[in-house]
């Protein structure tokens, strides 16, 4: 049985639209370009038959690849609607957007997503794990605990955080208005 991917939840998604892909099967006239709508949603990128499919055809962790605009890509006039992701050791995948701005877009967004998710990552080795309460900052029992703690925390556990967390302000006007 293959295993099913569902279509992404709504609320997720950071970019989607139709894009052209370059396929990996070469035809005797070269590499084709398929239009896919395409989602970018968390770390994962889904391509899709159309807008309408349930399933993708195809999807990827974007984790460790690297996103730029690409115009080498084609030789025809939409060469600057180009862009790729790369990473090292792992397939290429390479598009096309509606327009130059568009492909800028989607280069943006993956960038900012990749800088995102790396911001998460604590690199930690056992060297650092031996000179850590040498080097702790804060003079307290809980200074070792709690650096262990913020070493394990992942993107979900920070976003639920920030969640519980009340960041806005409740102004006098707002508060008549709820009751």
Not at 74 to 102: M, N, V
Not at 117 to 140: K, W
Request: aromatic share 10%; with cysteine.
């Amino acid at each position: 049985l293959e295993e099913i991917t569902p279509r992404p939840v709504q609320g997720n998604i950071l970019k989607q639209g139709y894009l052209e892909k370059k396929s990996r099967e070469h035809s005797f006239f070269g590499s084709e370009w398929q239009k896919r709508w395409c989602v970018l949603h968390r770390k994962t990128f889904y391509y899709y038959a159309n807008e309408k499919s349930k399933q993708p055809k195809g999807n990827f962790s974007i984790e460790h690849y690297s996103a730029r605009v690409a115009p080498h890509l084609r030789r025809d006039s939409r060469r600057r609607c180009c862009f790729e992701l790369t990473c090292p050791g792992k397939r290429s995948y390479e598009f096309t957007a509606p327009s130059p701005a568009e492909a800028e877009d989607w280069v943006d967004q993956i960038q900012f997503l990749l800088k995102d998710l790396n911001s998460f990552t604590i690199p930690c080795d056992e060297e650092e794990e031996e000179d850590e309460e040498l080097y702790n900052d804060v003079n307290s029992s809980d200074s070792v605990h709690a650096a262990s703690h913020n070493r394990t925390l992942n993107k979900e556990e920070a976003d639920m955080e920030m969640e519980e967390d009340d960041i806005y302000e409740v102004l006098p006007g707002e508060l008549l208005n709820k009751e």
